[in-house]
Nanobody
């Protein structure tokens, strides 16, 4: 049974850092692209970052470039999203998603499997 479980969310002050994790199970993790998405209250879910299956090439939304870093540890079936210089507008539920493939995309409709999400709140 394929499963994605996010963790690491919480409350952080503006300018602070947080690292969220996505642990996968039940599938051949290193053949899958992994994406991070977020959804703020009243807004549509949007792509934040993704990392490809083999070469670990990465993509970032312009809103997080230079502040967020995605990485993966295939031995641990885990993808991380390091978030630095956080802003109140980064507040959202963060989801990871998986799709088998070679090049990753920030288009949410291309992903087949989703986690339940972890809340990130940036506030003073």
């Amino acid at each position: 049974q394929l499963q994605l479980v996010e963790s690491g969310g919480g409350l952080v002050q503006p300018g602070g850092s947080l690292r969220v994790s996505c642990v996968a199970s039940g599938f051949a993790f290193d053949f899958y692209n992994i994406g991070w998405f977020r959804q703020a209250p009243g807004k549509e879910r949007e792509g934040v970052s993704c990392i490809s299956s083999r070469r670990s090439s990465t993509n970032y939304d312009d809103s997080v470039k230079g502040r967020f870093t995605i990485s993966r540890d295939n031995a641990e079936n885990t993808v991380y999203l390091q978030m630095d210089s956080l802003k109140p507008e980064d507040t959202a539920v963060y989801y990871c998603a998986a799709v088998r493939g070679y090049y990753c995309s920030l288009q949410l409709l291309t992903y087949d499997y989703w986690g339940q999400g972890t809340q990130v709140t940036v506030s003073s």
